[in-house]
């Protein structure tokens, strides 16, 4: 089946789960999106602005701030980040995401304002305590072990540092429409102790009747 067929049937739920077609549709369209679609998609992803909002609130970014954002995408968040912070950082495994962040943020890249980094997030290549502040926007779903890259982020943030993760609801909700069965959830009570465990001092983690769930953390 072709990638542009497969892509139609997924998003028209006509995939079953566990199968390899339904695999490959969700890691086209969004666990590492490659293609002429992903791009297209990622490159204005309309139905993560919430996200990206909630983030930016919760970070209070200021001009001492060093940023990270893990499973960056296409970077718009990147970029909003540094319209604050002097310097940024991030990381995602997708060559087309990283082409499309590349490009969205050549300028603060041209400055030395920016790395970015391909690779896997359960192992971040920065030193420890590099940064004031982390995000991870819509992608913690798709973490296959989420204490080793939650005690990453951890030992890249400095103490103090704080850390905001968005996420998918703990119940598979309508919003995620054809990717729910691939995402993994968590309760709320399980995602605060994941954190703790990873070695942040306090966490909060809260979801509301509609919406995401949201993970505010300090180092
Ligand atoms: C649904 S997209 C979200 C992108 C962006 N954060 C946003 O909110 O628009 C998920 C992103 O996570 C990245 N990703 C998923 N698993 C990853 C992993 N283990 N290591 C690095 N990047 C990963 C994908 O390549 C993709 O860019």
Do not use: K
Request: contains cysteine.
């Amino acid at each position: 089946m072709d990638d542009e067929r497969l892509i139609a049937d997924g998003l028209a739920g006509r995939l079953e789960p566990d199968t390899p077609e339904f695999e490959r549709f969700v890691d086209i369209t969004a666990r590492r999106p490659s293609g002429d679609a992903g791009a297209a998609h990622y490159r204005d992803p309309q139905e993560h602005e919430e996200s990206f909002a909630i983030a930016l609130d919760a970070l209070q970014l200021t001009r001492e701030d060093r940023y990270v954002e893990l499973c960056f995408g296409g970077g718009q968040v990147l970029e909003r980040a540094l319209a604050t912070v002097p310097s940024a950082a991030g990381i995602d495994h997708s060559p087309d995401m990283l082409a499309l962040a590349r490009s969205r943020n050549a300028e603060a890249l041209a400055a030395g304002r920016l790395e970015l980094a391909e690779g896997d997030v359960h192992e971040l290549p920065w030193p420890a305590a590099a940064f004031t502040c982390a995000a991870c926007l819509n992608a913690f779903f798709f973490i296959e072990r989420p204490r080793d890259f939650l005690a990453e982020v951890r030992r890249v943030l400095a103490p103090g540092g704080r850390f905001v993760l968005v996420t998918a609801r703990s119940a598979a909700d309508a919003s995620a429409g054809p990717w729910n069965a691939a995402l993994r959830r968590y309760e709320p009570a399980v995602l605060r102790a994941l954190l703790l465990e990873a070695g942040f001092a306090e966490a909060t983690v809260e979801q509301d009747a509609a919406g995401p769930q949201v993970a505010v953390a300090h180092a």
